[in-house]
């Protein structure tokens, strides 16, 4: 076999020779394959089952709550439309799993084993057949280290579990459609028998579910709904309802694997164009130093492209070697990393790790043209030039007439300006990489904070210490009194639920309702307002889950105090819009505790504990959270160390004749490295008011498709903690550095022949 270019066979040595210089980006380069290519690999296996899970589990077209058990006949002239209906009532229990020691309240939501509807997807086990057996779902098994045998103690009474299960009407578990994210640990479902169901002496919630029998566009899926509304309506009051396209325990899971996917390629994109520019400097490095070699060659008889060609495979052999062993890592173990994280926060059916091309497409194509691109447009431009230029050593096509002199500085504060001029396109790689990386670092340690003012901005836009939602009115009960609606809303072409609060007169909300609204009135949330960018005087529609047409409403004000997505009209006009009697509620408020018949009683939202979920979220996002600050550190590092050695490696000559003249090592560092880290300590705080901006558009882009508002508030305390910990890696590498510069062989470097 004749080799074709023999001069390739220095590539390996080169990379021997030269630890310091690619070992880093390579490190660096495997590092983001990996986390990479693990999440490609277990979205790509996820989302498959979980579309399958859907269809073979059966999963609902809708459903509705009741107030009180549906008549055979009202369910007989639903079932005449085409669907099959189930029963999927439930009761909330208080459970405890035996040896934990958590004080926070837990509470399963018991349903009876499903035959017909959401079926369940068994991880292990059997479904429950006996009196004492529950199945559980498996994210709460994992969470609380459960398996099948184990013991749970609902409301004192031992259980049995026979199965870990993933039912695909709840592949999030949410207690409300409007919780913001799941509480694994302290809420989740379980399956028992109908006599143990029965059994359990706790209030009985009415849930229907049904499923069209065959499939319809969502349009005809959404008109079908309304119209089996308009039937169950018939036989008593519907407490909630939602289609498939809009219960968040399917969807919720559906949207965020949608986001992640463009999210985490779009930093790979960037990591990559990042490594891109840091290559190619290394590049542009290894030119200058070997230029009377190339030089030589050129003028032999080489062809630029022969050498372009050459020195394209350095870094491009980088980047393969980094995508091949990333992904072997990722194949082997590194795909349960996103995988538990998955399975932790989202109940899905058996995980089954799939091969996926794409995945290694994405994570080794994308950063191979990315990198090869920047690297030959470097090189094309250099090639340009004579043999005779590199043998000079000169890279430009005409002297810079306006190369500034700095007179008047001192040596060290001009040779200071004058290595950053040089240098500029060093630093201006290193501004970018520091950009990116704090990028990573803000959302990694500023996210537990914002959830947290978020928490508490829930907790101040509750009046009232208990609010109680209730089936009718309880005679022996006077508090404040209001109605509240899920209602249907439609802003431009946006349709979503709006929560729409009709308060009594002389509540706590009086001060939010202007005395002179009119009945197509409302008031709005400051979270809505700022969502979906409304002003006094606009319109928005909204109507019944259960109505054809849609109602015009018009903006009267806006509640400051208020930061939920919500909407607010006095009782009496709200019951006007639905077709009501004036004293029509559903709500009773009170500061403290009130007695409600539980035959009466829906459910009840105390203060303390709400946004306590947030927390176990927060929990289950931990790690994710950790690796992506580790990865930030660890890329800014790399970039700092990188852009100094060839800031040094470029001046070694100087720096020899620097030590001639006496200068000490210290001296010269300060020469080479503090202009640099002047440079970066200023660019942070310059750069913030950008900076802010971008991450807080970011955050906001991310939570659009979120039923809240979040007001993407970033502490000052994040932005410090970041800007002390930039100095904190840059002065670790700049160690190296210093290192770098005690180290140098002055016989070595004063040997070489100038070109």
Not at 68 to 89: C, G
Not at 448 to 464: L, T
Not at 500 to 522: E, N, W
Not at 642 to 665: M, N, P, R
């Amino acid at each position: 076999m004749v080799m074709k270019n023999p001069i390739h066979r220095r590539i390996p040595r080169l990379f021997l020779k030269k630890p310091g210089a690619y070992l880093p980006l390579f490190f660096i380069s495997l590092l983001t394959v990996t986390f990479a290519s693990s999440f490609f690999i277990s979205q790509n296996s996820i989302k498959p089952l979980y579309y399958k899970g859907l269809r073979e589990n059966k999963v609902e077209d809708g459903q509705f709550l009741m107030a009180n058990p549906m008549t055979k006949e009202r369910s007989d002239a639903i079932k005449k439309r085409d669907v099959d209906l189930a029963k999927n009532f439930y009761k909330d229990l208080t459970c405890r799993v035996p040896g934990d020691d958590d004080t926070r309240e837990k509470i399963l939501r018991i349903f009876v084993n499903r035959e017909k509807i959401n079926t369940a997807a068994i991880h292990a086990g059997r479904l429950p057949a006996a009196k004492g057996e529950i199945a559980v779902a498996a994210n709460f098994a994992k969470a609380e280290n459960l398996a099948p045998g184990d013991k749970l103690i609902l409301n004192g009474k031992d259980y049995k579990i026979t199965a870990l299960v993933a039912t695909p009407d709840y592949s999030t578990i949410l207690k409300t459609q409007g919780d913001l994210a799941m509480d694994t640990k302290h809420f989740s479902v379980a399956f028992v028998t109908d006599d143990v169901f029965d059994s359990l002496k706790e209030k009985n919630h009415y849930l229907y579910s049904y499923r069209n029998r065959e499939r319809l566009s969502e349009g005809k899926a959404r008109d079908r709904f309304e119209d089996i509304l308009s039937d169950a309506e018939k036989s008593g009051p519907i407490l909630g309802a939602t289609t498939f396209y809009d219960n968040r325990c399917i969807q919720y899971f559906i949207d965020d694997m949608g986001g992640d996917v463009p999210m985490m390629t779009i930093t790979l994109v960037i990591l990559f164009i990042s490594l891109g520019f840091i290559s190619a400097l290394q590049t542009r490095g290894l030119l200058r130093e070997e230029a009377p070699v190339i030089g030589t060659l050129l003028s032999m008889g080489y062809g630029a492209k022969t050498l372009i060609r050459h020195y394209s495979l350095v870094p491009t052999c980088l980047v393969i070697l980094s995508g091949i062993f990333g992904n072997i890592l990722a194949y082997t173990k590194g795909y349960t990393l996103y995988a538990d994280l998955y399975y932790t926060s989202y109940n899905l059916p058996p995980f089954v790790p799939i091969l996926s091309l794409k995945a290694f497409a994405i994570t080794t194509l994308i950063p191979l043209g990315i990198v090869w691109l920047v690297n030959r447009i470097l090189l094309l431009r250099y090639f340009r030039l004579s043999p005779l230029r590199f043998l000079r050593r000169e890279f430009y096509h005409k002297k810079r007439k306006n190369a500034p002199t700095f007179d008047g500085f001192s040596f060290k504060r001009a040779a200071r300006l004058r290595i950053l001029s040089e240098n500029r396109l060093n630093i201006f790689a290193l501004f970018f990489g520091m950009f990116v990386g704090n990028l990573l670092l803000l959302f990694s340690v500023a996210l537990g904070p914002m959830f947290d003012d978020y928490a508490d901005s829930v907790k101040k836009d509750m009046k009232y210490n208990y609010t109680y939602l209730v089936k009718a009115a309880d005679p022996d009960v006077h508090g404040a009194k209001g109605l509240s609606l899920t209602m249907d809303y439609k802003k431009d072409t946006e349709k979503t639920q709006l929560n729409v609060l009709g308060p009594d007169q002389h509540t706590a909300f009086s001060d939010d309702l202007p005395s002179s609204m009119k009945p197509h009135d409302v008031v709005i949330s400051t979270g809505l307002a700022h969502r979906d960018h409304l002003n006094i005087g606009d319109a928005i529609e909204v109507k019944l889950p259960g109505s054809k047409y849609y109602k015009t409403l018009h903006v009267a004000a806006i509640a400051h105090d208020i930061h939920s997505i919500q909407a607010l009209m006095p009782m009496d006009n709200l019951n006007r819009l639905i077709d009501k009697d004036p004293g029509n509620f559903n709500l009773y408020w009170s500061d403290t505790p009130l007695k409600i018949n539980d035959d009466l009683l829906i459910t009840t939202i105390d203060r303390d504990k709400t946004g306590a979920y947030l927390e176990a979220f927060l929990e289950n996002f931990d790690g994710a959270l950790r690796t992506t600050c580790i990865l930030a550190i660890v890329f800014y590092f790399t970039l700092v160390y990188t852009v100094s050695k060839l800031i040094l490696e470029k001046s070694q000559k100087d720096i020899c004749y620097l030590k001639i003249f006496g200068y000490g090592d210290g001296e010269v560092a300060s020469i080479y490295l503090l202009g640099m880290t002047i440079a970066v300590a200023l660019f942070y705080p310059l750069s913030l008011p950008i900076f802010d901006r971008l991450v807080r558009y970011l955050f906001a882009l991310s939570i659009s498709k979120l039923s809240v508002y979040m007001e993407p508030h970033f502490a000052m305390t994040s932005y410090l903690y970041i800007y002390a910990l930039d100095l904190a890696v840059f002065v670790a590498a700049q160690w190296l550095g210093r290192r770098k510069i005690k180290a140098l062989n002055m016989v070595v470097e004063l040997k070489k022949v100038s070109g």
